[in-house]
């Protein structure tokens, strides 16, 4: 009997690998939007995707994996020396750590359909070696998938003008909540 309940687990376990398939984001035609915002205005550009796959199985979203260059975070409201100043303070230890923390990970655990082509994500961001759950929405078609995703640098011990860990930071407060604008081509 244990055997035949060894040959069943393994006969399901080849029928989940035959309908679970990896699709290759394109990462160079991908792109991923930032914005921060302060008391006094905003900041926003772009930053890279390295690489990136989602799992479908039987024509659903269930998984996937996404790595961020974040040597490559820069600035599109900004020109000259206020831009580079802004770049490097961004990837300094003040924000992102660059030099120590070179990429941001997202991995999806599961994706729960929500409409045509609409899922609830969740899954897990690793920003300065930290990871903290995520849920956001994800739209897929036939050649992309986009996403509006909320994260708050608190949670990844992102404390420069942060009122989330310093008192009487007045105009020169720097909101937690950053946006990602998110769009995969596959």
Same mark, same amino acid.
């Given at each position: 009997? +244990?055997?035949?309940?060894?040959?069943? @687990? =393994?006969? %399901?376990?080849? &029928?989940?690998?035959?309908?679970? #398939?990896? @699709?290759?984001?394109?990462?160079?035609?991908?792109?991923?939007?930032?914005?921060?915002?302060?008391?006094?205005?905003?900041?926003?550009?772009?930053?890279?995707?390295?690489?990136?796959?989602?799992?479908?199985?039987?024509? #659903?979203?269930?998984?996937?994996? /996404?790595?961020?260059?974040?040597?490559?975070?820069?600035? !599109?409201?900004?020109?000259?020396?206020?831009?580079?100043?802004?770049?490097? &303070?961004?990837?300094?230890?003040?924000?992102?750590?660059?030099?120590? &923390? *070179?990429? =941001?990970?997202?991995?999806?655990?599961? =994706? !729960?359909?929500?409409?045509?082509?609409?899922?609830? $994500?969740?899954? =897990?961001? @690793?920003?300065?070696?930290?990871? #903290? *759950? @995520?849920?956001?929405?994800? !739209?897929?078609?036939?050649?992309?998938?986009? %996403?509006? $995703?909320?994260?708050?640098?608190? +949670?990844?011990?992102?404390? /420069?003008?942060?009122?989330?860990? /310093?008192?009487?930071?007045?105009?020169?407060?720097?909101?937690?909540?950053?946006?990602?604008? $998110? !769009?995969?081509?596959?």
């Amino acid at each position: 009997m +244990k055997k035949f309940t060894l040959l069943l @687990t =393994a006969i %399901a376990s080849l &029928h989940t690998a035959v309908y679970a #398939q990896t @699709t290759t984001v394109d990462a160079a035609n991908s792109s991923i939007h930032w914005l921060g915002k302060k008391f006094t205005g905003q900041h926003e550009g772009f930053v890279q995707l390295k690489s990136g796959s989602l799992t479908m199985e039987n024509g #659903q979203l269930t998984g996937g994996r /996404f790595v961020v260059d974040m040597n490559t975070l820069y600035s !599109t409201d900004l020109e000259g020396e206020y831009k580079g100043k802004l770049e490097g &303070h961004l990837k300094s230890d003040d924000f992102f750590g660059v030099a120590q &923390h *070179p990429e =941001a990970i997202l991995t999806i655990n599961e =994706a !729960t359909p929500k409409g045509e082509g609409v899922y609830t $994500v969740n899954g =897990a961001f @690793t920003i300065k070696g930290i990871t #903290q *759950p @995520t849920s956001f929405d994800m !739209t897929l078609s036939a050649d992309q998938a986009t %996403a509006k $995703v909320i994260i708050d640098r608190s +949670k990844f011990n992102i404390r /420069f003008r942060s009122s989330s860990f /310093f008192e009487n930071l007045g105009d020169t407060v720097i909101y937690d909540d950053f946006e990602l604008d $998110v !769009t995969l081509k596959l």
